[in-house]
């Protein structure tokens, strides 16, 4: 079971219209990497200078737009509105080029770029029809997208050039939790890093509303930072609070044992064999369904397959077994409020390899995930097509 998220915002039903939109992206994503296989060509020189490029043309756009949505008045003000609707069009043009020119190999890049590109333009016609505060908000979560792709891999350091993204006065007044993701989503991993333990530290905020930056926090520096050490002392520390419940207590202080146990894993090159073994120990700590004592074991596993997908993999059966992988990780570690790739690493591994025993699994895991993602107050309710679209994968297993 995911870690427990707290809704961001009050905008249910843009949350709503996303969810069922980033299910079609997902669907798009994982049907081009089953058309290219897994052992697609690696980026050349040529095309990573093009990606760096198009990287770069992104992050300026999401330069100008951030510091306008977080001010209302400026947001909306006419002599702001050309630049505004400018740098929408650009991110969306360049989002869309991103995912268009992304390594047949490389789903996630495709899914993210995807995303990005939609969420630009679904703000810019908001923006367009004077709903300025759905705008910004939309605007706003776009850096999901970049805190999404930011966080899958281990970093070499920080960006010195998107070091002033966001105004550091404006960043200082925005709460903590969303300031730090903000340094995420600009690569500012070390400020984020302070900013989550600064957060984690504070008695001013009850626990409860500390879970999801506690899981951020430790996606950050184990799967980004490889500062293990450094979490499990944080972890320690936000043990000894006396307002723990007695389970979350016991969650940190296993999570902090496991992670004492995992550092020799950090500095381990890829292997499928050796993330198999830890999902397997996760599922034996796991006392009922919605136990988290083993987060970390997931984190982990998942930060190797990370690594390992992106070699690539040397067949589409090894490749698939790691979207598998991945996908269930993903259940239990990822962020599903804004951008869940867990879908999209189930199909790819359907897709990839349909008669292999964990597509069966795999196609067990994405129907609930479906499932609950249809589900509200007035039960489940699946559209047509997505109905559909789960018949075809059940039929590539069962033909």
């Not at 007044?173 to 340094?183: D, Q």
């Not at 004592?293 to 790691?322: G, I, K, N």
């Amino acid at each position: 079971m995911k870690v427990l998220r707290a809704l961001r915002s009050p905008r249910i039903g843009l949350l709503r219209e996303r969810a069922r939109r980033l299910r079609a992206i997902a669907c798009g994503a994982g049907l081009l990497l089953a058309a290219g296989g897994a052992q697609a060509q690696s980026e050349g020189p040529a095309e990573r200078e093009q990606t760096r490029a198009t990287m770069q043309k992104i992050f300026e756009s999401i330069r100008v737009l951030l510091p306008l949505s977080v001010n209302d008045d400026a947001f909306a003000a006419p002599e702001n509105r050309a630049t505004v609707e400018q740098a929408l069009a650009a991110l969306h043009d360049n989002a869309d080029a991103l995912a268009a020119h992304a390594r047949t190999d490389d789903p996630a890049r495709r899914y993210l770029g995807a995303s990005l590109a939609a969420d630009a333009r679904q703000a810019l016609e908001r923006y367009r029809a004077a709903h300025y505060d759905g705008a910004a908000f939309q605007i706003q979560q776009t850096t999901e997208n970049c805190v999404a792709c930011h966080t899958k891999l281990r970093s070499p350091g920080d960006s010195p050039a998107a070091k002033h993204f966001v105004d550091r006065t404006a960043l200082a007044k925005r709460p903590l939790a969303e300031r730090a993701r903000l340094e995420v989503a600009t690569r500012q991993f070390a400020d984020a890093a302070k900013t989550y333990e600064k957060l984690l530290a504070s008695r001013e905020i009850h626990p409860g509303e500390l879970l999801t930056p506690l899981s951020d926090y430790l996606i950050l520096e184990v799967r980004v930072r490889g500062e293990f050490d450094r979490a499990r002392k944080t972890l320690d520390a936000f043990a000894k609070r006396p307002d723990l419940w007695r389970n979350l207590r016991a969650d940190v202080v296993q999570w902090s044992r496991s992670l004492r146990e995992l550092a020799p894993l950090r500095d381990r090159p890829p292997d499928l064999a050796a993330a198999r073994e830890l999902i397997e120990k996760a599922r034996q700590l796991q006392r009922y369904p919605a136990d988290r004592s083993s987060f970390v074991h997931y984190l982990v596993a998942s930060s190797l397959l990370q690594r390992y997908v992106e070699l690539p993999p040397p067949t589409d059966r090894d490749a698939a077994e790691a979207y598998y992988l991945l996908g269930l990780c993903e259940t239990h570690v990822g962020d599903d409020y804004w951008v869940s790739q867990a879908d999209l690493y189930l199909e790819t591994a359907i897709r990839l390899a349909p008669k292999e025993p964990f597509a069966e699994e795999a196609y067990v895991l994405l129907e609930e995930e479906t499932l609950v993602g249809y589900t509200g107050s007035g039960g489940p309710h699946l559209p047509e097509s997505v109905a559909k679209h789960l018949e075809e994968l059940r039929e590539l297993i069962d033909d």
